[in-house]
């Protein structure tokens, strides 16, 4: 059986065409930039237009919003229909992108703060009810997930060879940042991701963080801005007032939470913190808002999501089995944003199938009559439903792949 590798597509701009491989095509894209021009992708006969984002230095071809449907699932740029996820109970409302690419993300928690006390801690593992899950306003953990979702790293191509760095992570999770607002303004000026840690460029590293948080810092007798970290939460200790957290690539800025948050953390992420550790090539993302106090923070809201090696999210170990048997596999991983754990939504679209194919893989205690009722959504959804039954310990034979 041989790995299916990644098609690259062909665009158009005006009347000249150019592949994602040629050899100007920073030039090209700089130009269109400037220009503010919309290729197209003729990956299929609807030719779904594109935008270019400035990345730092670079320039990056992106799908206009509501349109990664449109694209051939071999396209690098296919997106699920946000029906297929969470996505489609928040999308158009709690998270507004205009033609030009900018996205306005409506939030339910604040990005500041009068006076001293903690916020309750986030929503990372609580069930959500009905009246709970408004479309209007994202909660902590799906903001988490749509800036994962909108940095695509939600999708997996065999032709990655199972490698993903953190540097990957980090510079799509800066780009998602330059596009999005939110009521309190612009997300590059709240939203921190740790770069990549080195001892060699730790005084650099540091200048750079302590003139991102300064502009978090209070003017006299306004409210106090927050901050969003998203980080790799490392490790936990206990401290004086309550507890010490310490993230990957940031050793040198803690946050700290008091012994009520701490708790409450513990009672949201307790079980999510243990999966992880006990799962070999694992790690668990924090989303916080937190104020800052010179060389640390204090916690405001906190919530987790864990992720494999490859930085795939999954919610419990049979998601878990699902995601790693795919790795060899052309899939995107599905979330929930604002749904409760067990809405009826897939857990994974396969997409090298001969069409894609939608991965259902509910948890093993859901009850018989959720699990109907979950199958009888799945029959009517856009794509044809592959289910684990909750039921069964060993997984079904997946799809094959297209042309096996």
């Known amino acids: 059986m041989t790995q299916s590798t990644?098609?690259?597509?062909?665009?158009?701009?005006g009347h000249s065409s150019f592949s994602a491989d040629a050899e100007r095509l920073q030039q090209i894209l700089a130009w269109a930039h400037e220009k503010k021009a919309r290729p197209t992708c003729l990956c299929s006969r609807a030719e779904p237009p594109m935008y270019v984002a400035k990345i730092g230095s670079g320039f990056?071809?992106?799908?206009?919003?509501?349109?990664?449907?449109l694209h051939e699932p071999s396209c690098p740029t296919f997106d699920p229909p946000p029906e297929v996820s969470g996505l489609g109970q928040v999308n158009g409302q709690a998270i507004v992108t205009d033609e030009a690419g900018e996205t306005l993300l409506k939030l339910d928690f604040p990005l500041s703060v009068k006076g001293a006390r903690a916020t309750p801690v986030g929503d990372g593992g609580d069930e959500a009810t009905?009246?709970?899950?408004s479309p209007s306003k994202l909660r902590l953990l799906a903001t988490l997930h749509y800036l994962w979702e909108a940095a695509d790293l939600t999708k997996w191509r065999s032709a990655y060879g199972r490698r993903r760095s953190w540097w990957i992570v980090h510079r799509e999770l800066q780009g998602v940042a330059a596009r999005t607002k939110t009521k309190a303004?612009?997300?590059?000026?709240?939203?921190?991701?740790?770069?990549?840690?080195?001892?060699?460029?730790?005084d650099r590293l540091a200048a750079e963080r302590r003139r991102f948080m300064h502009r978090l810092l209070p003017a006299k007798g306004k409210p106090v801005p927050l901050g969003i970290l998203v980080a790799e939460l490392k490790g936990q200790q206990p401290s004086q007032y309550g507890r010490?957290?310490?993230?990957?690539?940031?050793?040198?800025?803690?946050?700290?939470?008091?012994?009520e948050t701490g708790k409450r953390f513990d009672k949201i992420a307790g079980e999510k913190v243990e999966m992880v550790e006990a799962m070999p090539d694992t790690h668990l993302i924090c989303i916080a808002t937190f104020s800052t106090k010179g060389n640390?923070?204090?916690?405001?809201?906190?919530?987790v999501m864990p992720v494999t090696g490859q930085w795939l999210p999954f919610d419990n170990e049979r998601e878990h089995e699902l995601v790693q048997a795919l790795m060899d596999r052309d899939f995107v991983k599905c979330l929930k944003y604002n749904l409760k754990a067990g809405a009826p939504v897939a857990n994974a679209l396969l997409l090298d199938a001969e069409s894609p194919v939608a991965l259902f893989s509910p948890p093993a205690?859901?009850?018989?009559?959720?699990?109907?009722?979950?199958?009888?959504i799945a029959a009517e959804g856009v794509y044809p439903a592959w289910h684990w039954p909750a039921g069964e310990f060993e997984m079904p034979v997946l799809p094959e792949r297209k042309g096996v």
């Open 365 to 376: 205690d859901m009850p018989g009559e959720e699990e109907d009722e979950l199958r009888a």
């Open 296 to 303: 640390y923070g204090n916690v405001r809201e906190i919530a």
């Open 60 to 69: 990056f071809l992106k799908r206009m919003p509501g349109t990664g449907h």
């Open 130 to 133: 009905s009246a709970e899950a």
């Open 185 to 202: 303004g612009a997300m590059a000026d709240t939203l921190f991701v740790p770069p990549v840690y080195s001892i060699e460029d730790k």
């Open 6 to 13: 990644i098609k690259e597509p062909t665009y158009r701009l």
């Open 244 to 259: 010490k957290l310490t993230f990957k690539h940031l050793p040198d800025f803690p946050l700290f939470m008091d012994e």
